[in-house]
Nanobody, 125 residues
């Protein structure tokens, strides 16, 4: 059993930066993939970025490439999401997720077994 807890959300202005953190309790095995998803009001949950616990392979959705960076700390069982040049379109609830041994694309919601409660990011123009 894995529990995920996000922190670091808040209100920022367009162009500013913010860092989110996700702390995982329980054992994170090398087969795991951890990811960030986001959901804006009235929209579907959207994949943002994932990272493989085994080899640190990272995958980003196109809209955040070059602006967001995911970091993994295996010793602390945490993942962080550094978000730069934030835009009002980035406004959403950001959730951390963990997949035990994904057999589908890391961008697929169904690949993930554990989810955090989420943290709100609001970017004002």
């Amino acid at each position: 059993q894995v529990q995920l807890e996000e922190s670091g959300g808040g209100l920022v202005q367009s162009g500013e930066s913010l860092t989110l953190s996700c702390a995982a309790s329980g054992v994170i095995y090398s087969s795991y993939v951890l990811a960030w998803f986001r959901q804006a009001p009235g929209k579907e949950r959207e994949f943002v970025v994932s990272v493989s616990w085994r080899n640190y392979k990272r995958s980003y959705t196109d809209s955040v490439k070059g602006r967001f960076t995911i970091f993994r700390d295996a010793a602390e069982n945490t993942v962080s999401l550094q978000m730069n040049s934030l835009d009002p379109e980035d406004t959403a609830v950001y959730c951390c997720a963990a997949a035990v041994s994904p057999d589908s694309s890391p961008a697929a919601v169904r690949a993930y077994d554990y989810w955090g409660q989420g943290t709100q990011i609001t970017v004002s123009s």
